[in-house]
């Protein structure tokens, strides 16, 4: 593997993997055995369920083979909402023992519950997540997400002390103490997101703390997508390996999948997580290898059983088999979510692909936001970039040069003309969670 | 001759940050002993001149700014009308660009004190000490910052 890893031989198999390495067929009979459990657990308990799978004449007993899903009709984040705060439980709040929410940008926010037994599914895929990236219990972990209604920071807190690591549960913000934590508790091992983490390297630089000199050596980073560009950004300005987490608070927070030390696609947990691709216009199932609409089911969840939920994350279900001998599906890396996509005139755009123009272009990755506005029906999009000390010149012609190199290589990407504005540093707002990448001022200017 | 000039970036639709990067230094009681500001319509660039742009450079990175340094070198001008022409005479005849230039605050001894930022400083005074044309004259630090006698 091309970047640099302080000199730390990886930790060999660690048991709790034991599920990561069943046999196809095996693994097949498995999920149609709680497939058939988790349908029958939402139909009975769950009024929305059986009045969506009775108008689709769906018959919950005739459930026989891994073939028959393709009838169930599918869940939605509105779903989610519309039964806002317990529609969907499937289980007497006496059962219930923890409850998470995410933050509801627009409205009220969505609830998602778990049983006791919820948890410790949740926190064992966790555990095979920071196990097939290396991590041990020699690690000590800091763990960076936000503690809180938000389900990374307890999701991987619960992985990481279930691996038997020290974990030291530092939460978002302090970025001065996050640095002096690391570097005086000797962490080996940090998650968080993969935005806070670039915001840790620059404050690092900042204090004069390189970060490559330190024993840290892995990060697991989620909750957003992130292009490989910024992968090697860190794993270059960090002297770290960077790892891939993938999960979503509806199905159970981080570790729904993961990748493994050869960071090539994301290994589903598929004994409890059972995806599908699916074509999201005609809503046909794709077969695997195409790219498509990733679908999951929780095989084994009892609080809110979610059935065939459509996670608006674009991926494809990887066919070879992993070097790494896991015989649990991967899939390739989601680049994009069809809810981050937006459209300027015309063209669909990524944030993923501004990402990748940025890098192209300067070699580093400032904090950057899309701005999106309307003046007389057309729509203009502004891309602003916060300079970095380095980027920046006294001469007048050297900045605009540089505006001229940044439009350019966003242009080579997108195909369309935008205007690039250069930004005062940390003058856009950071977040501590996921980064707000895209700012839609469309309708309001309207 | 030379002098370590500050450049701070400003922002546009920031009315306040002039005033911010200002008040960074005025804190500190940190004299400037010029400063122009180079506008487009994008964003600005504040450049200045202070004997104690070491502090001042550290004060403003920790505030926030984007700054930077850059050798600039300083020349005096006869205060009447065609005092520059000399010097740019001397400066085309030697091939020597200028990014930009502006002018100090206050005179000495009559004269104007000009700045000028060339590509390369080192190589400008070079030139020009050799052959100036009899209408160089640079002016040091000392003489600006007060603590050599004019």
């Given at each position: 593997m091309s970047s640099t890893i302080k000199g730390v031989p990886a930790p060999g198999y660690n048991p709790i993997s034991a599920s990561d390495y069943i046999p196809q067929e095996k693994m097949r009979e498995i999920q149609l055995e709680r497939f058939i459990r988790v349908v029958k657990n939402a139909y009975e308990n769950v009024p929305l369920y059986r009045q969506r799978f009775d108008e689709a004449h769906f018959?919950?007993?005739?459930?026989?083979?891994?073939?028959?899903?393709?009838?169930l009709p599918f869940t939605k984040k509105v779903d989610l909402r519309d039964t806002y705060?317990?529609?969907?439980?499937?289980?007497?709040l006496k059962d219930i023992v923890r409850l998470h929410a995410s933050s509801g940008t627009t409205g009220k926010p969505i609830v998602v519950a778990y049983t006791q037994a919820d948890l410790d599914v949740w926190q064992q895929t966790m555990c095979r997540s920071l196990a097939a990236v290396g991590m041990c219990k020699e690690d000590i972990v800091q763990n960076s997400y936000g503690y809180?209604?938000?389900?990374?920071g307890l999701g991987a807190h619960a992985g990481a002390e279930g691996l038997g690591a020290a974990v030291i549960p530092a939460s978002g913000g302090n970025t001065a103490r996050q640095i002096m934590l690391m570097r005086d508790f000797g962490v080996t091992a940090i998650t968080c997101t993969p935005s806070y983490f670039i915001h840790l390297i620059d404050e690092a630089g900042k204090m004069g703390v390189d970060l490559r000199s330190l024993p840290i050596r892995r990060g697991v980073f989620g909750a957003e997508p992130w292009s490989e560009g910024m992968r090697r950004y860190i794993e270059e300005s960090a002297g770290i390996k960077a790892y891939d987490i993938y999960g979503l608070s509806e199905i159970?927070?981080?570790?729904v999948a993961c990748e493994c030390e050869y960071q090539n696609g994301l290994h589903v947990f598929e004994d409890h997580y059972y995806p599908e691709i699916i074509d999201p216009d005609t809503l046909e199932v794709l077969p695997d290898g195409e790219e498509g609409e990733l679908v999951l089911t929780t095989l084994s969840k009892e609080a809110i059983p979610m059935i065939r939920y459509r996670t608006r994350d674009i991926t494809s279900i990887m066919t070879e088999k992993c070097p790494c001998g896991r015989t649990i599906r991967r899939i390739s890396r989601?680049?994009?979510?069809s809810d981050d996509m937006f459209i300027i005139r015309g063209v669909n755009v990524f944030p993923s692909q501004i990402e990748t123009a940025i890098l192209n272009a300067e070699k580093t990755l400032p904090n950057y936001q899309i701005v999106l506005t309307r003046a007389k029906g057309l729509d203009n999009m502004e891309v602003q970039i916060e300079l970095t000390p380095e980027m920046f010149s006294d001469k007048v012609s050297a900045m605009e040069e540089l505006t001229a190199k940044f439009a350019k290589a966003i242009e080579r990407i997108i195909n369309i003309r935008t205007s690039v504005r250069l930004m005062p540093p940390n003058s856009i707002p950071r977040s501590e969670g996921k980064a707000k990448r895209v700012v839609d001022k469309r309708e309001l200017d309207k | 001759m030379k002098f370590t000039q500050l450049s701070i970036f400003i922002g546009r639709n920031s009315p306040g940050s002039l005033n911010d990067a200002c008040k960074v230094l005025a804190d500190a009681n940190i004299d400037l002993s010029t400063l122009t500001l180079a506008d487009t319509k994008e964003f600005g660039i504040l450049r200045l001149i202070t004997k104690d742009w070491e502090k001042a450079k550290d004060l403003l990175g920790k505030a926030g700014f984007a700054v930077q340094t850059t050798e600039v070198v300083a020349l005096l001008v006869d205060h009447?009308?065609?005092?520059?022409c000399g010097i740019l005479d001397a400066l085309a005849k030697n091939n020597i660009n200028v990014e930009y230039l502006y002018a100090f605050a206050t005179p000495i001894a009559g004269n104007a004190v000009v700045v000028f930022r060339f590509d390369n400083p080192d190589e400008a005074i070079a030139k020009l000490t050799e052959d100036g044309g009899g209408n160089i004259r640079f002016v040091s630090p000392g003489k600006i910052f007060g603590t050599e006698k004019a």
């Open positions: 018959d919950v007993n005739s459930f026989k083979s891994l073939e028959d899903v393709k009838k705060p317990y529609g969907l439980f499937a289980r007497p809180g209604l938000f389900t990374g159970t927070g981080p570790g989601i680049g994009r979510r | 009447k009308p065609g005092g520059m």
